[in-house]
DNA sequence: GGAAACCTGAGC
DNA sequence: GCTCAGGTTTCC
């Protein structure tokens, strides 16, 4: 679930937590977040924490001592600090702390990953190496955007998701970004003006500081009970579009569900409404 | 390009 | 009971 301004809101968070405090012990639960490596692994992480940076829904962590560790929360992973002894749902993993608080990584699905390894590795790793242009760390205007997305053949929203090309957008804030830009997700990257590469790549930054803006506080925002829908398409499929009224639609792109309005992001510039399949979707909130 | 896989919880 | 979920990988 978590896309960049979650993982950059869960990375402030631990370095708060971590400042100035030392690891005295680390234990995990054997689970699959550990995908090749070993929860004995995590259990070599010790003392203060030297850097924690973020690299598109990636962190990593470096130790003292030269251990490091990479993490991806997936799906439903999140670190959450709670005192000694009090128990947290789906804790596959966890760091104590001289303070007496505890660290939790705690991943109900098992989407997540984590995979302690040398310091030094972190940037070797394939799943880093891999990594498209963060817009945060490496910036990102538009050239920078159209050099990345312009020579892929998918459609604009799934090339927008492609963690090798732009790393950080998933399926909320690609939507929210296209709308923010007044494009249609079906369009081709080759189709873009340059001044249509621009509007996206400030809507880029747009969507992603109101995400940030909506994490603040320790505890992820996407969970909070009663949250309300604050997106402008996303989950938004059958209301009445913010800005001009027309009902907003959803359709399956890549797998994945698409929310758009037809009125203020446009099938094909210039041209009458196509054959995007659509489906009548049911409002979620 | 699409579907299925990995998992569990929430919502209807 | 069935469908869906803010991710990624793998396999037709």
């Given at each position: 679930?978590?896309?960049?301004?979650?993982?950059?809101?869960?990375?402030?968070?631990?370095?708060?937590?971590?400042?100035?405090?030392?690891?005295?012990?680390?234990?995990?639960d054997?689970s699959?977040v550990?995908?090749?490596?070993?929860?004995?692994?995590?259990?070599?992480?010790?003392?203060?924490?030297?850097?924690?940076?973020?690299?598109?829904?990636?962190?990593?962590?470096?130790?003292?001592?030269?251990?490091?560790?990479?993490?991806?929360l997936?799906?439903t992973g999140r670190f959450v600090r709670r005192?000694?002894?009090?128990p947290v749902p789906y804790s596959r993993a966890r760091?104590?702390?001289?303070?007496?608080?505890?660290i939790h990584y705690a991943d109900s699905r098992l989407?997540g990953?984590?995979?302690?390894?040398?310091?030094?590795?972190?940037?070797?790793?394939?799943?880093?190496?891999?990594?498209?242009?963060?817009?945060?760390?490496?910036?990102?205007?538009?050239?920078?955007?159209?050099?990345?997305?312009?020579?892929?053949?998918?459609?604009?929203?799934?090339?927008?998701?492609?963690?090798?090309?732009?790393?950080?957008?998933?399926?909320?804030?690609?939507?929210?970004?296209?709308?923010?830009?007044?494009?249609?997700?079906?369009?081709?990257?080759?189709?873009?003006?340059?001044?249509?590469?621009?509007?996206?790549?400030?809507?880029?930054?747009?969507?992603?500081?109101?995400?940030?803006?909506?994490?603040?506080?320790?505890?992820p925002?996407?969970l909070?009970?009663?949250?309300?829908?604050?997106?402008?398409?996303?989950?938004?499929?059958?209301?009445?579009?913010?800005?001009?009224?027309?009902?907003?639609?959803?359709?399956?792109?890549?797998?994945?569900?698409?929310?758009?309005?037809?009125?203020?992001?446009?099938?094909?510039?210039?041209?009458?409404?196509?054959?995007?399949?659509?489906?009548?979707?049911?409002?979620?909130?």
């Amino acid at each position: 679930m978590p896309e960049l301004p979650e993982v950059e809101s869960a990375r402030r968070n631990l370095v708060h937590w971590l400042d100035g405090r030392r690891v005295v012990r680390a234990e995990a639960d054997a689970s699959r977040v550990f995908r090749g490596a070993r929860p004995e692994d995590f259990a070599s992480l010790r003392g203060r924490l030297k850097s924690l940076e973020r690299r598109g829904k990636y962190l990593l962590f470096t130790f003292e001592k030269g251990r490091g560790l990479l993490a991806h929360l997936g799906m439903t992973g999140r670190f959450v600090r709670r005192p000694e002894g009090v128990p947290v749902p789906y804790s596959r993993a966890r760091l104590h702390l001289d303070s007496g608080s505890v660290i939790h990584y705690a991943d109900s699905r098992l989407f997540g990953r984590l995979e302690p390894c040398d310091a030094s590795r972190l940037y070797e790793l394939e799943a880093v190496k891999a990594l498209g242009r963060d817009p945060l760390v490496d910036g990102l205007n538009a050239e920078q955007l159209q050099e990345a997305l312009g020579s892929s053949r998918q459609d604009l929203k799934v090339a927008l998701m492609d963690q090798g090309r732009v790393t950080g957008l998933g399926n909320i804030h690609a939507a929210e970004a296209l709308f923010r830009a007044g494009l249609h997700p079906a369009r081709k990257p080759a189709s873009l003006t340059p001044e249509e590469w621009e509007r996206l790549a400030d809507a880029i930054h747009a969507s992603l500081a109101f995400g940030l803006e909506e994490q603040q506080g320790e505890e992820p925002a996407y969970l909070e009970e009663g949250a309300e829908n604050r997106f402008l398409v996303y989950g938004r499929a059958g209301t009445a579009c913010a800005r001009c009224g027309t009902p907003v639609e959803s359709f399956t792109q890549g797998g994945r569900t698409t929310h758009c309005c037809p009125q203020c992001q446009p099938p094909h510039p210039g041209r009458k409404p196509s054959d995007a399949r659509r489906k009548r979707a049911s409002h979620r909130r």
